[in-house]
């Protein structure tokens, strides 16, 4: 058995082996916490705690469809029972009462919970209404769940208290459960557990849902549709890695076909695909012991990524002749190579300096696979071709001796290009971004609609404006609760629910203690209220024994309310902080938001309006901005190595020129299509001048002209298999993927022409 042959058995075992060790000790990551920005502000590091595990983000809506609106109201109470015993949801709710279960620290505490002042309950003229409300009740035929409750409250001070905390704008009940206005759907809302960003937990809550649905629809006669921030999060995950692998397939057949047309070399194949295997084990393998973790995101475009590790094979395939070993062909471009590698990773530091460990995931991941590549490519690569080789004459060197021969106008036209080009982006500025991160979204624009329709329908509309009330502690919230609750300038502005409105302050609940009447007091109102009513003497004892109870209770704390069905209310609009309390106040109808928001800033202190739109924009490009730095400091970064190992300024700044001239023209062909540009484009971009400078570096050597029309080839076999790859990728329905496959697709092109058609045009070029 020959060294190549044993060396090849050895590399491939290794991987196997690695691999298979990868698969069963890594954990792969699946939620999206990880590519959201830290934020800066505090309204933006409210929005993200939001979004990753605020009970927005955990809120599904469930419509029922089919059979008779008979069946969907049973189908409908079979569901949520069957819910309501998993642990994976918090709260399930479908409109329809359920058995009647009297909350005793609530029903103490009733008299204390109001609003508005509570003497003028007692007077007799309302006692005497009370009570022949009362009487009505009972004459009723329509059953009343307080019925045992009338001797101890007469005035129906806990039922009224009810109805207006524990209810809320609801769809009609024309069957006793939530439905549609066309009837044709019964609604249902569910809490999950788990975050809307822990896609595995909600992946998990939606099948069980399914699984309870299918039990409770036997015969299949209903449907059943599902919305919320959890189904996003899932079918997005899902659609991005069903057209990752599928497009990734694609792409793989399609190197292979060029590889086997320029080459005509079987074994090549292998020989291409081993550094790649390398650079993905290998990057798997640090992010897992750098971060404990691999996220599914970074797995999916760092393979895109690492694409580029095809080059360096490439290369060395399209230089090889005859009598010169592998080794020595590698040898002989290893600098140049090399100090494209160092470029390009040096380029990727960008991304490990970021302030949120998704992208810093990514720099890590490629990085380290294209170092590992180029170690592979340098040391073991040439040592798998066998002695003596007879290299295969790669195809096309004749239609590429023609090219060499171009006259030098195209570097002409490509400089005015890019000089138009950045004339063109610096006019316009601002508008040359997209911050609106919805627009990333895969979703299709029916599932949104259908979100759209059953949050409509359940009085459940996402709202985009809110008041943020902070303070030291939670008395103090609550009492700046009441304030707002007071200003009917506010209200005429907005309509909104307060914390207060369901818990009022200690000093409030004092106050309301101090209207109840004493025992003698209210005993006489109300036997002159009983007269000419058929009531027994001494029935309402109990009533008078809860009021002078009410006179000695303490104030109901924040954290006694939360052990009572005040929890749920209190909670979705209350955070608890280490350093504080905090209320986040959702907006309806909102009117008039900048004079609302200008009201706010300049009346009520320790109060913020927040636009979440506004804020959402403003974070994106904030992070845009810190990026676009650290972009321009890699530059120059990069600018100082090329400096250093040309050895010149002026070969550094020629080396760089064609593809700033690439990148310019790519931004406006982009721009101009009607594409903005996001955070994925910027990515894309640079790996584009990572592209780019390997493509230059190579233009630029002095070479003999047999050695430059290997390097075309090489080059150009190059630039076909990514801009193949990436514009296979650009054909995704998903716009990140979209947005990186056209980009890098179009910056490579422009790169390869721009870069061959200035090294043309340089004078002094050794054999030109």
Excluded at 185 to 201: C, F, H, N, P, Y
Excluded at 273 to 292: E, G, K, N, R
Excluded at 424 to 445: E, N, Y
């Amino acid at each position: 058995m020959s060294a190549s042959v044993r060396l090849l058995l050895i590399w491939l075992g290794t991987l196997l082996l690695t691999g298979w060790w990868a698969v069963t000790h890594i954990s792969v990551r699946t939620d999206l916490s990880l590519f959201l920005p830290q934020g800066t502000a505090p309204e933006q590091r409210l929005l993200l705690d939001e979004m990753s595990q605020g009970p927005a983000s955990r809120l599904l809506l469930l419509g029922l469809s089919g059979g008779t609106p008979e069946s969907r109201a049973q189908l409908s109470q079979k569901l949520s029972a069957k819910l309501r015993g998993v642990k994976a949801f918090e709260r399930v709710e479908n409109g329809a009462p359920r058995s009647f279960e009297l909350d005793s620290t609530l029903f103490d505490y009733r008299y204390l919970l109001q609003t508005d002042p509570v003497a003028a309950r007692f007077s007799v003229a309302s006692l005497h209404s009370a009570l022949q409300q009362r009487l009505d009740e009972l004459r009723s035929p329509l059953p009343n769940p307080f019925k045992a409750q009338l001797t101890s409250d007469p005035t129906g001070t806990f039922s009224a208290w009810l109805k207006r905390n524990l209810s809320q704008d609801t769809p009609a009940k024309p069957q006793g459960v939530w439905s549609t206005r066309d009837g044709q759907q019964a609604l249902l809302v569910v809490l999950t557990r788990a975050g809307g960003l822990k896609i595995d937990g909600q992946a998990a809550a939606l099948q069980q849902i399914h699984a309870s649905f299918d039990e409770v629809n036997p015969e299949g006669l209903h449907k059943l549709v599902i919305s919320g921030p959890g189904v996003f999060a899932t079918t997005s995950r899902n659609i991005i890695q069903h057209e990752s692998q599928s497009l990734s397939l694609i792409a793989s057949a399609a190197i292979a076909l060029i590889l086997w047309l320029a080459y005509r070399y079987l074994p090549y194949l292998l020989y291409a695909a081993l550094p790649l295997a390398t650079a993905l084990l290998s990057a798997s393998l640090v992010c897992h012991f750098v971060f404990t973790e691999l996220h599914g995101i970074t797995l999916a475009f760092g393979i895109t990524l690492l694409g580029v590790t095809l080059d360096y094979p490439i290369h060395l395939f399209s230089h090889l002749r005859r009598p010169a070993s592998a080794a020595a062909v590698m040898q002989s471009i290893w600098p140049t190579l090399r100090l494209g590698v160092l470029t390009t990773c040096l380029g990727y530091l960008v991304l490990v300096s970021t302030d949120f460990e998704g992208l810093r995931q990514l720099g890590v991941f490629t990085l380290s696979g294209l170092l590992a590549a180029a170690v592979v490519s340098r040391t073991l690569l040439p040592r798998l071709f066998p002695q003596p080789f007879q290299a295969p004459e790669p195809k096309g060197l004749g239609l590429l001796g023609a090219l060499l021969a171009t006259p030098r106008w195209p570097a002409l036209i490509l400089l005015g290009a890019g000089l138009l080009s950045l004339g063109w982006i610096t006019v316009q500025g601002q508008d040359l971004w997209q911050d609106d991160i919805a627009s990333l979204s895969p979703l299709p624009k029916k599932q949104l609609q259908q979100d759209r329709d059953l949050r409509t329908e359940l009085g459940r509309a996402e709202p985009n404006h809110f008041l943020i009330l902070e303070a030291k502690d939670m008395e103090t919230l609550l009492q700046t609760s009441e304030s707002i609750r007071a200003r009917a300038d506010l209200r005429a502005l907005a309509e909104f629910d307060l914390p207060s409105d369901h818990l009022p302050s200690q000093a409030r609940q004092r106050n309301l203690q101090r209207q109840l009447p004493d025992r003698g007091i209210l005993a006489d109102n109300l036997n002159q209220a009983m007269e000419g009513l058929p009531f027994r003497d001494n029935a309402f004892t109990p009533f008078l024994d809860a009021v002078e109870h009410s006179r000695s209770l303490p104030p109901l704390s924040y954290e006694a309310a939360l052990k009572t069905d005040l929890k749920y209310r209190l909670e979705s609009s209350i955070r608890v902080r280490p350093d504080g309390v905090l209320a986040l106040i959702p907006l309806r109808n909102t009117r008039q938001p900048e004079q609302l928001a200008e009201t706010v800033a300049k009346t009520l202190p320790g109060v913020r309006y927040l636009n979440i739109r506004q804020e959402t924009s403003r974070l994106v490009g904030d992070f845009r901005e810190s990026f676009l730095h650290r972009v321009s400091l890699g530059g120059l970064f990069m600018l100082l190595l090329l400096w250093y190992g040309l050895r010149s300024l002026r070969e550094a700044l020629l080396t760089l020129l064609p593809i700033a001239l690439a990148i310019l023209v790519s931004v406006a062909i982009l721009y101009g299509s009607g594409e903005s540009l996001n955070l994925f484009h910027l990515i894309s971009l640079m790996l584009v001048l990572g592209i780019g400078l390997d493509y230059s570096l190579f233009f630029n050597r002095r070479d003999q002209a047999a050695g430059q029309l290997r390097t075309l080839h090489a080059l150009t076999i190059c630039a076909i298999s990514t801009c193949g790859v990436f514009a296979i990728l650009a054909s995704s329905s998903i716009p990140v993927l979209r947005a990186i496959g056209s980009t890098v697709a179009i910056g490579v092109a422009l790169s390869y022409f721009s870069t061959y058609a200035m090294s043309r045009g340089w004078p002094g070029k050794a054999d030109r």
